[in-house]
């Protein structure tokens, strides 16, 4: 970009041109670098409006990253204003709603596109949860029952689109 003016206008312009320049073409760069180690074949999801900085560092953030090679945000606004697709994990708050097993209302998981024929997902669980437990040799009582109520309720809700981050939380009690 050249600008070419009076050298007092042109001063004055300076910062505020390179403010609007400078925070899109940062995030976009890194998306796009982002997108070339990764490749074309793989997902790059947009996570990061809880960590934005001032009020509209969200919306730039998601829009930017888009336009520099991810393909989606978790910022529901960002994704209405600007045509961007939505996507995201389990909220912690989520999460934490949940303080036992006795919670998961259904305990059916159906194969994709019908609701007969589904698995006792909650007992495969805990299946899978005493296995673990062995191998580590810990008692499973020392696990969080919440937590696991919480994953299995939204992987049962949402089994096409399951994505939780579970290195965030403390699976022991």
């Known amino acids: 970009m050249k600008v070419r003016g009076p050298l007092l206008v042109v001063q004055l312009l300076?910062?505020?041109l390179l403010c609007l320049v400078n925070y899109a073409s940062l995030v976009a760069t890194n998306a796009a670098r982002f997108r070339l180690v990764v490749g074309a074949d793989k997902k790059l999801v947009e996570m990061g409006l809880r960590r934005a900085q001032g009020p509209d560092g969200g919306l730039s953030a998601s829009k930017y990253s888009y336009i520099g090679g991810f393909d989606c945000t978790s910022n529901v606004l960002a994704g209405q204003r600007f045509g961007i697709p939505v996507a995201g994990t389990v909220?912690?708050?989520y999460v934490a709603s949940f303080s036992s097993l006795d919670e998961v209302r259904h305990q059916a998981l159906h194969p994709a596109g019908s609701q007969e024929g589904g698995?006792?997902?909650?007992?495969?669980a805990q299946s899978w949860l005493q296995r673990v437990c062995d191998l580590l040799q810990i008692p499973p009582q020392s696990t969080n029952p919440g937590e696991l109520a919480?994953?299995?309720?939204y992987a049962i809700a949402f089994p096409r689109n399951f994505l939780v981050v579970v290195d965030t939380y403390s699976v022991m009690m």
């Not at 698995?119 to 495969?124: E, G, I, K, R, V």
């Open 91 to 93: 909220a912690h708050s």
């Open 14 to 16: 300076e910062t505020t």
């Open 150 to 153: 919480a994953f299995v309720s």
């Open 119 to 124: 698995a006792d997902f909650l007992a495969l």
